[in-house]
T-cell receptor, first 112, second 107 residues
């Protein structure tokens, strides 16, 4: 019972490097989300995808891009990493926007 | 725009004491509200949602549309309740979270 799977779990990047965080869900959910978690800031929505083929900006989209590759997969890309993007990133999915969301285990990203 | 406010970042209570976590929201439509919990080294998971009106692990939350609040309450805190709690609002196809409250229950 995989649920929501994120890769990698840990990553260290140098400033200016790029990388893609992968997320896949096996629950046939329509909606998928990317959040970042920072101390004192809670979970902030970066991008979301209400359904396959659509993506929308959340609260803090600058410096990120996303791709809803298919119904299962929703990737987050950092084109030119900055120290301010050091955070824990969570992917989540739900049947629709107003149903229970299921979360991945998180990716701890450090940009030096 | 939708917004969720959790005014308390930290909350410390003694075992057996009541605990209340505050949550206020702003949203122009009819919101769906949730409480999520993150225990140490575990994934974020749903604790309860207002629409189901059920009690989970002794926690309850009442939606007060007049005060735009969805406070979480438990009459007798247990040590296993120590965790990070997030209030969340679903509207316009997206799920927004508050800043979270870290609860510590002391023996």
């Amino acid at each position: 019972n995989a649920g929501v799977t994120q890769t990698p779990k840990f990553q260290v990047l140098k400033t200016g490097q790029s990388m893609t965080l992968q997320c896949a869900q096996d629950m046939n959910h329509n909606s998928m989300y990317w959040y970042r978690q920072d101390p004192g800031m809670g979970l902030r929505l970066i991008y979301y995808s209400a359904s396959e083929g659509t993506t929308d900006k959340g609260e803090v989209p600058n410096g990120y891009n996303v791709s809803r590759l298919n119904k299962r997969e929703f990737s987050l890309r950092l084109e030119s990493a900055a120290p301010s993007q050091t955070s824990v990133y969570f992917c989540a999915s739900s049947v629709t926007g107003n149903t229970e969301a299921f979360f991945g285990q998180g990716t701890r990203l450090t940009v030096v | 725009a939708q917004r969720v406010t959790q005014p308390e970042k930290l909350l410390s209570v003694f075992k057996g004491a009541p605990v209340e976590l505050k949550c206020n929201y702003s949203y122009s439509g009819s919101p769906e509200l949730f409480w999520y919990v993150q225990y140490s080294r575990q994934r974020l998971q749903l604790l309860l949602r207002h629409i189901s009106r059920e009690s989970i692990k002794g926690f309850t939350a009442d939606l007060n549309k007049g005060e735009t609040s969805f406070h979480l309450k438990k009459p007798f805190a247990q040590e296993e309740d120590s965790a990070m709690y997030y209030c969340a609002l679903s509207g316009d196809y997206k799920l927004s979270f508050g800043a979270g409250t870290t609860v510590t229950v002391r023996a």
